[in-house]
């Protein structure tokens, strides 16, 4: 990938509408089409970065996040670092439109995550890293 | 990130403006349970201002909603755009709220 944002975010909810902003601008730097610029990149981000800060990092004391952005091929890479223990996509996954989990608070992140992106893939090795990868035209 | 709560006759209205996510759905909450508490049993949330919505704040309107109805009340949602629509759509919350094009057709709906 060539990176074109690296940034660390500190463990804290509150930074994410700063954080998503700034990819945001990057990516249109990108010329990511407006509809993916403006409402899968954002919502798709602030998903994986809620996810990383409340199950990740927050884990691990002052941890930071690490949020990098760029392109691969013909593709949007967005990848969010955190240096918690990991989870497994496809069980952590449900899908919230069933009639049994349509009406519970939680269970939507990853679920739109995988809808708004091209593909979601999750790799360890020092932490734990969620990369989104966006098809551009 | 800021909310606007006034009446319109029964209706409690509440103004969404930015975005609803993790970092401040807690707020929209509280400030829905409190009137909840005053005795309000019908709620207009009008987003014409909002952004985006993330999947927690999805999950706060969902669960408003679920304890207004418990209570014999009702939440009703107005002026979602075109990506929020489709963010209702995606996860099938469409089904689940009464939904109206604007805060007017939404109030003379209660």
Redesign the interface.
């Known amino acids: 990938m060539r990176v074109a944002l690296e940034m660390a975010v500190p463990n804290d909810?509150?930074q994410?509408?700063r954080v998503v902003a700034r990819v945001v601008a990057t990516c249109a730097d990108l010329h990511v089409p407006q509809r993916q610029l403006?409402?899968n990149v954002?919502?798709a981000l602030?998903?994986a970065l809620?996810n990383a800060i409340?199950y990740g990092s927050a884990q691990q004391g002052d941890a930071l996040v690490t949020v990098r952005a760029g392109l691969a091929d013909r593709s949007l890479v967005l990848e969010v670092a955190d240096e918690g223990p990991g989870f497994d996509l496809e069980a952590c996954t449900r899908d919230?439109?069933a009639p049994e989990n349509?009406?519970?608070?939680?269970?939507?992140?990853l679920?739109?995550m995988r809808?708004?992106m091209d593909r979601v893939e999750r790799y360890g090795g020092h932490g734990n890293v969620v990369r989104m990868v966006l098809e551009l035209p | 990130m800021s909310f606007t709560i006034a009446k319109s006759g029964e209706v409690t209205l509440v103004e969404v403006e930015g975005q609803l996510i993790v970092g401040n759905r807690q707020e929209l909450k509280q400030r829905v349970l409190d009137e909840l508490d005053h005795g309000e049993r019908h709620f207009l949330i009008d987003f014409a201002r909002t952004g985006y919505i993330d999947s927690s704040g999805l999950g706060v309107l969902v669960s408003l909603s679920k304890k207004i109805r418990e209570l014999g009340g009702e939440l009703r949602l107005a002026n979602l755009n075109d990506d929020l629509r489709t963010l209702f759509e995606l996860t099938k919350l469409d089904t689940l709220f009464q939904i109206a094009d604007t805060r007017e057709r939404a109030l003379e709906s209660f």
Do not use: K, M, N, Q
């Open positions: 909810v509150a994410i509408e403006h409402f954002p919502v602030t998903e809620s409340l919230p439109t349509i009406e519970r608070e939680d269970g939507r992140g679920f739109l809808r708004l």
